[in-house]
């Protein structure tokens, strides 16, 4: 695991969002923005507007039914305020995935500066290429449960 970077403590501080009903990103965004747990240093609307932005950008769906949302301008006071917040859509939406796959789960991203930012993206790719930690995702496992996968790899 990349020095600094402890994907279970963010997964656990970010916590887990079931049945999401969005038919699109944008939609899925808008409701993310009220029902995450945000730090003082960030709006719901600055939130919004970071996730966005970065998706008119380039799709965040990496594959595996997975997106990978996140805010590249957003920087946040302290590294106590890193997270990342699971998203269970209640029924999977189009967002391009490279391998046309609908997504079904997001990981939502606040990083505090570039290399954090890189490092957890880094450490996030390992894990959806894990079986076993895809099938968790596949079962809406609780963030305990992903935490303790996401240690373990």
Do not use: W
């Amino acid at each position: 695991m990349e020095e600094g970077v402890n994907i279970g403590d963010l997964i656990l501080r970010g916590g887990v969002i079931n049945n999401l009903d969005a038919d699109n990103p944008f939609d899925a965004y808008e409701q993310i923005k009220s029902k995450i747990s945000l730090p003082n240093s960030v709006t719901p609307e600055l939130l919004y507007q970071g996730l966005c932005a970065r998706e008119k950008v380039m799709s965040t769906a990496v594959g595996r039914g997975i997106a990978i949302p996140h805010c590249r301008d957003i920087l946040l006071a302290s590294d106590g305020e890193k997270q990342i917040t699971i998203v269970y859509l209640k029924n999977p939406i189009d967002m391009n995935a490279p391998d046309g796959r609908k997504v079904d789960t997001m990981f939502v991203l606040l990083t505090g500066n570039s290399q954090s930012h890189l490092q957890v993206l880094s450490r996030l790719a390992g894990l959806i290429k894990n079986d076993s930690f895809v099938e968790l995702l596949r079962n809406r496992a609780s963030a305990e449960e992903l935490a303790e996968a996401a240690s373990k790899d």
